[in-house]
């Protein structure tokens, strides 16, 4: 979406939540062993879900006023902020409150907090709907309760692009803090399960029975919903290193292209690769590896054959890796997901196997059936939305 | 960021008309839309007051769209300004061009009303009400994502929602995809109807008027709601003068912050606004002296009006009375995610025409609010720059900078 950002734009901290793990060492842990978090959910006939455990509980997160009342994707986007900027130790000092920005990702997060809300009005009448839970039912409340739970007074963007919505939200939160719009800013992505929305995804045979998820395979069936969130801290690189905090990546360029129609989105998906590695003066070739969002779904072949086409002769052997297959389709979590995937792979030098992939189609991609090693320090992510959004991104780990 | 940026094509549908012409000399002869709602109801509550858009002929849904037993009001109001929007800009249709150019798509609510009608349907079938398409259509990207597609368009297509300054941040956002070149163009503004939360919301909260708006009058008492789409097209400036594109105005830049002080309530003094405006003309190097008009945020909230007239003063020192500053949503109500949009194309056309839009309704002047809101009518004005600012539920300032077409 924006060309390489000057001064350069790095990632200083990071935070998940995932039903696998809430440290991004022990998901990278988690994907390596080629674990999964799908289980059949018997409201939905056993299509597979990747759910937090039962007694999630928050709090043990975040110490935050009002979380009780917040919807469940905006409390799993509060937890993952507040360990991202402890992972970067960005406290006031570091930071002061009209410094930091927030860019949250939230297309369907609000969407409980609606359904609460207006079967309060339905059930009990237009003068007696709960005033509170009001204004958590915008699609701007989880960005609302982000800013307002770490007092981050520099600007608060919220974007609701679907599949793409994370990837975006970097794109946009790098940008602004390139352009010196604010000292940090801190990218959330953040998608929890709701029962009315995953009846409907049910209903509209986008699932898959948990046994049969499998994503790229020639026998995919459609996907698997997931919940979780992730967060990245953004500083411009120089001020990063003069408060010694540590440079995780440099975000390289990011572009987002659309695809009028599903016929166009293996082309718009490579033209936003194109964009976001001339953005960070890379060609395919070096291309360490790719964090793609392969779901299971319809757009799978769209973003294999997009890739196929973008990495050419090295296609075979540019480890490809697909966290959807271990955290099911998270949505506006996603690109984030993946990007904190992509990350440990290249610090590792290790790439993750692909959970139940035996029969890729269309075949060509490098679908590593064990942990494969990875070289280089380049990593592209990308991501397609239903909707027709087509997302690239491209992080580099500095040597050293 | 190098590239300047410029409005070639503006659409607008509102109460005050649905072209340009009537929307500008409706909004200068103070001629305020609100009136009791036809359009919507809401199961409970009595004579809303709202403005509503009249949709003509010619903003006709596309065959496939109208025959959706679920279409969007929300989208079709979208769809009928950025029709008009593409179309007055000129855009080239050539697949190219339309490959660099993308949608920037504001809104408060989106898509609420697929949630509320769902809620009807299972309270009076049951849960089989659930449908295969809910999901879709729940999905507020879906609205920005049918412009780009019945357009042609495949540069970035985003879906901004920071509340009542959706507009303004979604035009910020496409400003800095076409300035750093990004993308050529994008058709970017805001969209929103009526919708059950906002006005069961607003009334429970007391922030819903028992009559009309009345921004800066001692009698305000909340916000009066209306519908619109307002889009505009923001293209690279060079490139326009090429094509030899109308050239409306230019966008010079933004300035963005959050209160990061109540979920609802805005912070009292007006420091966000204060600070959105000061970085608005830091980063474009505006002389605060050549700023002649504000749109106000103005919704006709007590706290509201009073914090945005306490942040210009606190801005522009004694250089604050002598600004012009008006509220229109006096006359079109407060449209959500829609309003920033539409106030940035009257800011446009007020650099146009050198003239600036009233408030209507101001009677009473409130001893606090002591500028110059122009009320009443409008009225001709040197008009160099004008700041337009917004703000939302939960803190969200956006205030953009428009100048004068080079």
């Known amino acids: 979406m924006t060309p390489a950002p000057s001064p350069a734009v790095a990632i200083t901290g990071l935070g998940v939540l995932t039903p696998l793990a809430d440290r991004p060492e022990a998901l990278a842990a988690a994907l390596l062993e080629g674990r999964s978090a799908i289980a059949p959910a018997a409201e939905l006939g056993g299509a597979g879900l990747s759910r937090m455990a039962d007694d999630f509980d928050p709090a043990r997160y975040a110490n935050i006023r009002g979380l009780r009342l917040y919807s469940r994707a905006t409390k799993l986007g509060i937890c993952a902020v507040r360990l991202a900027l402890d992972d970067a130790k960005l406290d006031a000092a570091a930071c002061p409150s009209e410094q930091l920005g927030t860019v949250t990702a939230s297309t369907l997060g609000h969407v409980e907090t609606l359904f609460e809300y207006d079967r309060s009005v339905v059930a009990a009448g237009p003068l007696r709907g709960n005033p509170a839970l009001m204004p958590l039912a915008l699609p701007s409340s989880p960005g609302a309760a982000v800013a307002l739970s770490f007092v981050a007074k520099a600007f608060s963007m919220s974007l609701s692009d679907a599949g793409t919505s994370s990837l975006d939200a970097l794109g946009l939160g790098a940008r602004l803090v390139a352009a010196g719009r604010a000292r940090a800013c801190v990218v959330v992505g953040t998608a929890a399960l709701c029962a009315d929305l995953s009846a409907a995804a049910s209903k509209a045979g986008l699932l898959a029975p948990a046994e049969a998820f499998r994503v790229l395979d020639r026998r995919r069936r459609g996907t698997a919903l997931g919940e979780g969130a992730a967060a990245v801290v953004l500083e411009r690189a120089e001020e990063a290193l003069a408060r010694g905090a540590r440079l995780r990546a440099i975000v390289a360029g990011q572009a987002t292209a659309f695809a009028p129609g599903p016929a166009d989105r293996a082309g718009a998906l490579r033209r936003a690769c194109g964009q976001a590695l001339a953005d960070a003066g890379l060609t395919p070739g070096e291309v360490a590896l790719v964090s793609a969002g392969l779901s299971g779904g319809e757009g799978d072949r769209a973003e294999a054959v997009a890739l196929l086409g973008l990495l050419g002769e090295s296609a075979g052997r540019t480890p490809l890796l697909a966290p959807k297959a271990s955290l099911g389709e998270t949505l506006d979590a996603a690109g984030l997901l993946q990007a904190l995937a992509a990350l440990a792979a290249l610090s590792s030098g290790k790439a993750p196997p692909i959970p139940r992939l035996e029969d890729p189609d269309p075949p060509g991609l490098c679908t590593p059936r064990t942990a494969a090693p990875v070289a280089g320090a380049h990593a592209l992510v990308t991501a397609t939305a239903h909707t027709g959004g087509c997302a690239a991104l491209v992080l580099t780990v500095p040597h050293g | ?172 956002t496409a400003y800095d995809l076409v300035a750093s070149g990004a993308a050529e163009a994008m058709v970017a503004g805001g969209a929103d109807t009526f919708t059950r939360a906002v006005f069961t919301g ?183 720059t004008c700041l337009n600012l917004s703000a939302g539920f939960g803190g969200f300032n956006v205030c953009l900078v428009l100048r004068r077409a080079p």
């Open chain 2, 202 to 384: 607003f009334l429970r909260l007391g922030a819903l008027s028992k009559g009309i708006c009345r921004p800066f009058d001692k009698r305000r008492d909340g916000v009066t709601f209306g519908e619109a789409a307002g889009m505009l097209v923001l293209e690279d400036l060079e490139r326009a003068r090429r094509r030899g594109a109308p050239i409306l105005a230019e966008v010079a830049g933004y300035g963005v912050s959050n209160d990061a002080y109540h979920i609802t309530a805005p912070e009292p003094n007006g420091d966000g606004f204060a600070r959105a405006m000061r970085q608005a003309l830091a980063t474009t190097g505006i002389p605060q002296d050549e700023v002649d008009y504000v749109s106000a945020h103005g919704t006709g909230t007590p706290y509201n009006d009073l914090g945005e007239t306490r942040a210009v003063k606190a801005v522009f020192g004694e250089g604050a009375r002598a600004l012009a500053m008006s509220s229109i949503k006096s006359m079109l109500g407060h449209t959500n995610g829609a309003a920033s949009a539409v106030e940035a194309i009257a800011c446009a056309l007020a650099l146009v025409h050198q003239a600036v839009p009233p408030t209507a309704n101001l009677e009473e002047p409130d001893p606090e609010c002591d500028l110059d809101y122009v009320p009443g009518v409008g009225r001709s004005a040197r008009v160099r």
């Open chain 2, 1 to 172: 960021m190098s590239r300047r940026v410029a409005i070639t094509g503006c659409g607008v549908v509102s109460a005050a008309g649905n072209d340009l012409e009537r929307f500008w000399s409706g909004l200068m002869a103070g001629t305020c839309r609100i009136g009791p709602l036809r359009g919507f109801s809401c199961t409970g509550m009595e004579g809303l007051l709202g403005s509503e858009v009249e949709l003509l002929p010619e903003d006709a849904l596309p065959p496939e769209i109208d025959s959706d037993p679920y279409r969007s009001r929300c989208l079709h109001l979208a769809l009928a300004a950025t029709r008009r929007a593409v179309a007055a800009a000129g855009l080239p249709a050539d697949a190219a061009a339309r490959e660099r150019t993308g949608v920037s798509l504001g809104s408060t609510m989106a898509e609420e009303r697929q949630v509320s009608d769902l809620d009807d349907r299972l309270a009076a079938t049951g849960p089989d009400a659930i449908d295969a398409g809910f999901l879709a259509r729940a999905d507020n990207h879906r609205l920005a994502a049918t412009l780009a597609r019945i357009h042609g368009l495949g540069g970035p297509v985003l879906l901004s929602s920071t509340a009542c300054s959706s507009g303004n941040a979604a035009l910020a």
